[in-house]
């Protein structure tokens, strides 16, 4: 097989057939989750709540959102250098057929791998990590894509409840908003001015809009 358009580079054929048989035979991947657990990793972050009213739940709050951008982060890591060692084998020149395999893109591959090349073994493992890796050390096939794959689904678990986090502080910051100083919420969540408060909200309701906004309803899957 070659990439497309890809001047006739070979890929490492076996690799790709032992991903698609994985697919198929694990209904896309070994590691599967749902919306509830999305949620439910979220709480890690929050000690297990999830209703949050004060300024107080405020900095909680982000505080649990920066922790979780940092799991989500070692995830990204692990993702990162497992897609690199993938592409070493099937197409040491480009991103593109790594990234069509995984139903990724070329930024996130690329980017995945350049933060793994310049971390420390330790800054690209965790808990969970350690759990999917040992999953795919258990399978009959296993090979770098495959353990990309796997892992890509636990970085997308946790960016799925670093997403949840986010749109409940934004959430919190609009209620709060007439009721405390502008600068005081601004504060609570590690933001230098209003305007910048401002721009957070804009961000996080165009990419993710009002409560009951599908976009805001996570899927493992695109």
Known sequence: ??????????????????LRWHRDQ??????????????????????????????MDLRELNQGRRAATEYAAVC????????????????PT?????????DSTVDDCSASSHFATWSRPADRTNTQVDRVQRIVDGLYFSNP???AWELKQLWDL?????NILEDTLVDLVVELDGHRRAQ???????????????HRIDLQRSQR?????????PHQYR
């Open 26 to 55: 694990y209904r896309q991947s070994r590691f599967q989750w749902s919306g509830s657990e999305a949620l439910l990793a979220a709480t890690e972050f929050t000690h297990g709540r999830q209703d949050f009213t004060t300024l």
């Open 94 to 102: 480009s991103w593109g057929a790594v990234a069509i395999e995984l």
């Open 145 to 147: 894509l495959i353990r």
């Open 209 to 217: 809009g009002l409560v009951g906004d599908p976009r805001r309803t």
């Open 76 to 91: 990204q890591r692990a993702f990162g250098e497992a897609v690199r060692q993938a592409r070493r084998s099937i197409c």
């Open 1 to 18: 097989m070659t990439v497309p358009n890809g001047g006739g580079l070979e890929l490492g054929l076996p690799w790709i057939e032992d």
């Open 158 to 162: 946790y960016t799925a409840a670093e």
């Open 184 to 198: 005081d919420i601004a504060d609570a969540i590690g933001v230098f001015t209003a305007a910048g408060l401002s």
